[in-house]
């Protein structure tokens, strides 16, 4: 077998191996857009009288003027071999800014071997800082380790939880485009590299 030929099919080889890390790159979060409702999400009132409701492709997080604290949730399974997870979202503070402050966060968390349930804040935010009417397109990478996949269920998930304290007037916040992706880990980035630039080598040598 010729050299060329041995690039070739090694170059193919690599590049079907990049095929299955871009399938595993999917995003993890179902109905991340709210395009017709709030399927796959779980609501939980934590305290009061607060909610989040559905509103032409958006989630509205929290209903002003009722005071609690919600929780807007997802599960997710995390593959045992992420190394780093793209997390995204787009949110925006509405209504008016109130006179005691309310308090949005945003976490995410997953089981690690031997470590427990681990989790980081990516939002804690205060209404007295927040930027009201102004979308903010939140993007981070979360690097992780040792993910404890064992069983069925879901070993990850994203909370962004509203904390409400007017009785009177408050705030909600829109929600949309949640996406957590896994980060091809960089070795596979390499590979993927290596069969692009092989095959490229293998047309040059057979033009």
């Not at 690599?14 to 790159?25: E, K, R, Y």
């Not at 009061?48 to 929290?62: K, L």
């Not at 880990?185 to 293998?202: E, V």
């Amino acid at each position: 077998m010729s050299l060329k030929v041995l690039v070739r099919n090694a170059a193919v080889g690599v590049l079907m191996f990049g095929g299955v890390a871009a399938a595993t790159h999917a995003n993890l979060i179902t109905n991340g857009t709210f395009d017709t409702d709030l399927s796959g999400w779980t609501i939980n009132v934590l305290s009061g009288t607060s909610g989040v409701t559905f509103d032409n492709g958006t989630a509205h997080v929290g209903r002003p003027g009722t005071p609690g604290t919600v929780q807007f949730n997802q599960g997710f399974k995390l593959p045992t071999t992420s190394t780093a997870v793209e997390i995204a979202f787009d949110y925006q503070w509405q209504i008016n800014k109130p006179q005691q402050p309310d308090f949005f966060s945003v976490i995410f968390g997953y089981f690690q071997l031997g470590g427990g349930f681990v989790s980081s804040v990516l939002v804690d935010e205060s209404s007295e800082v927040a930027d009201f009417g102004n979308t903010i397109s939140f993007k981070s990478t979360v690097l992780v380790s040792d993910v404890d996949s064992r069983g069925v269920f879901n070993n990850a998930q994203i909370d962004f939880i509203l904390r409400e304290t007017n009785p009177s007037a408050g705030t909600r916040v829109q929600l949309d485009n949640v996406s957590v992706n896994v980060v091809p880990a960089p070795g596979t980035l390499a590979l993927i590299g290596l069969g692009l630039a092989g095959l490229g080598w293998s047309r040059r040598k057979s033009a």
